[in-house]
């Protein structure tokens, strides 16, 4: 029981510091995005630079595992299906009648 509540607390974890990565990256982007440079190698420029990288490494991410996780439970429905709604198949069943 206390193993389920660690990881349950770690999922959570994980889960706020991936949202406030992409808000946090959004924000950063959307305040400094027209800034006044004053020299070549610009620290808000190059912080402006990784949080790009960073929130659409994040967006990959997101849609790469929610892509794969689609596949899996169509796949996972569809044999499910199979398996569960097999019919049997008689003459009876196709309502042929037999006296020729």
């Given at each position: 029981?206390?193993l389920y509540?660690?990881?349950?607390?770690?999922?959570?974890?994980?889960?706020?510091?991936?949202?406030?990565?992409?808000?946090?990256?959004?924000?950063?982007?959307?305040?400094?995005?027209?800034?006044?440079?004053?020299?070549?190698?610009?620290?808000?420029?190059?912080?402006?630079?990784?949080?790009?990288?960073?929130?659409?490494?994040?967006?990959?991410?997101?849609?790469?595992?929610?892509?794969?996780?689609?596949?899996?439970?169509?796949?996972?429905?569809?044999?499910?299906?199979?398996?569960?709604?097999?019919?049997?198949?008689?003459?009876?069943?196709?309502?042929?009648?037999?006296?020729?």
């Amino acid at each position: 029981m206390k193993l389920y509540k660690s990881k349950k607390a770690l999922v959570v974890i994980l889960c706020v510091c991936f949202v406030m990565a992409s808000f946090l990256s959004k924000f950063f982007i959307i305040n400094y995005e027209n800034h006044q440079c004053t020299e070549k190698a610009c620290a808000v420029c190059c912080q402006l630079e990784n949080a790009k990288s960073t929130l659409n490494q994040l967006i990959i991410a997101a849609v790469g595992s929610a892509c794969i996780l689609l596949v899996l439970t169509v796949l996972f429905l569809c044999v499910c299906n199979h398996i569960f709604n097999q019919e049997t198949v008689s003459l009876v069943t196709l309502k042929i009648r037999m006296d020729n």
